[in-house]
């Protein structure tokens, strides 16, 4: 055994891979502070309370590594959680390939977003993640073929994020959050997982409140996954409010367990990894009797062939 697998799970020795933690770089922080009216980056992690990251990608990638080892993690998802710092996730995979994946923001309206796309994608990130609500867009906009088409092209992953979107270091620091739900169902997501049925897509936190959607688009379309990320405070919006283990129960009956990806949400120091989000998952999982093979699967296995598949 190595100091990558985890001994304390309650299946024994678990090899885990996070497929969500946010890359919170330097150069994230320098667009985070334009938007807000902030004139550094350093101004806008004293905001938000949060340690400034250092200037070199690399070396913050060596502190995640670092961060990873401690709670015996084998691997992640990297996030370039604004447009324009993908640059930043790039060098991390970069310095440690062995370790990550990138994946990267990106909004279809932007003039030259298939040029980004193949652009990074050739860089060597792994992923795209449209944001509709975020950036204003229906997935229906001929745009978005656009991307898909390249990712494709690519075998790139698309992350699709659905429901409630609340980002909580932009309303620590100041920034707006002019969200439309209007662009955030599910459902809208049919048609392009069916149109490109090599594509593999990821809807993040188990559709963030559109839960019965996201399992419907599950159940109907075989290339889409859900990853467990986040502390999934939408249940509350659903009545009753199901419990993390009704929730993981539902999903595993109607999509079975090689299309769970274990996500943290993790994104900055001093918090570092939230080893709590892990926990709470394990404890759930366990209540409903999950297996051996299939705890592997959920968190780290399915996560790891995603990745592997050409």
Known sequence: MTQEIRKDSPWGPLQVADAHLHFFSRGFFGLLAGQAGLESAAAACARAGVDEPPEDPREFASKWVG???RHCVA??????????????VAQAVQSHPERFHGW???NPLMQDAAARTEHW??????GVCLLPAMHGYPLSDPRVEEI???AERHHAIVSVHCGVLSVGIRARVGAPSLFDMRFSNPVDLHPLALRHPKLRFVIPHFGAGYFREALMIASLCPNVC???????TWTKYVAPPPTLEQVFERALEVMGPQRLLFGSDSSFFPRGWVSNVFERQCQALARIGVSVEDARAVFGNNLLRLMQMP
């Open 67 to 69: 961060e990873l080892d």
């Open 148 to 150: 898909l088409q390249v």
């Open 226 to 232: 859900f990853d467990t990320s986040s502390s999934n």
């Open 104 to 106: 990267f923001f990106l």
């Open 75 to 88: 691997r992640a998802v990297l996030l370039a959680s604004l447009p324009g710092d993908e640059q930043s």
């Open 121 to 126: 994608l050739q860089q060597g990130l792994r």
